[in-house]
């Protein structure tokens, strides 16, 4: 089936440092990628929806300079959270569609002490 | 507005015994639903969706799901629960809208005993 690969698994970073989130789609072409952020014991939100070749759309909330989202390939979109906080400290997960699933990377725990 | 109701935190069920995690929405249209499960720190692997037809899904793991479009709702079942189960279960709405979104519920944690 198809693969989404993210990368890191985890990271713990600085407060105030930048950290770039990566997301492949490893045999299949993605036009659009999709990233959530989930709390623990909670759901999926929606964070933006990142098109390849053009700006990525934020939902309501989703400070578009803290989150930056850049799709340069069919096969790569990466999730950069600037300037990160202790409240930034999260799961990150990147998902498309191939094939009418949705399909997710492993995800992302990001530590921001 | 849209959105996607999973009325149990959790479920608790007996090994050998039949589950069923219920799933309602309220999304405009005909969505597609989907059900999928998250074990810990990991992402989430697809379980089976409704487009049309059959209002009876059968999908991964022995699992099958019920649509019913006068209630809204899309239960996932099984016959008979393993303890391997045990994980998170998301039933998510894919809106037909520009990009195709997709929403989730807010899950519903399934614990099985031996």
């Known amino acids: 089936g198809a693969v989404v690969s993210q990368h890191p698994s985890w990271v713990i970073c600085k407060s105030g440092t930048s950290v770039k989130i990566e997301c492949r789609s490893l045999?299949?072409?993605?036009?659009?990628m999709f990233w959530y952020r989930q709390f623990p014991k909670q759901s999926l939100m929606l964070m933006a929806t990142?098109?390849?070749?053009?700006?990525?759309?934020?939902e309501q909330g989703v400070e578009k300079d803290k989150f930056l989202i850049n799709h340069a390939s069919l096969t790569l979109s990466t999730l950069t959270v600037t300037s990160a906080h202790p409240e930034d400290s999260s799961f990150y997960i990147c998902?498309?569609?191939?094939?009418?699933?949705?399909?997710f990377g492993s995800g992302t725990q990001l530590s921001v002490l | 507005a849209q959105s996607v109701a999973q009325p149990e935190d959790q479920v608790n069920v007996a090994e050998g015994n039949p589950l069923t995690v219920k799933c309602t929405y309220s999304v405009s249209g005909n969505p597609y639903l989907f059900w999928y499960v998250q074990y810990p720190n990991r992402g989430l692997q697809f379980l089976l969706k409704?487009?049309?037809?059959?209002?009876l899904v059968k999908g991964s793991y022995g699992f099958e799901a019920e649509f019913n479009k006068s209630q809204t709702s899309f239960h996932l079942k099984k016959p008979s629960a393993l303890v391997s189960d045990s994980a998170l279960y998301f039933c998510a709405v894919r809106l037909n809208t520009g990009g195709f979104k997709t929403i989730f519920g807010a899950g519903t944690r399934l614990f099985v005993k031996a």
């Open positions: 045999d299949f072409q993605a036009t659009t």
């Open positions: 998902s498309a569609w191939h094939n009418e699933k949705l399909f």
């Open positions: 409704y487009i049309t037809g059959d209002n």
């Open positions: 990142s098109n390849e070749g053009s700006k990525a759309t934020y």
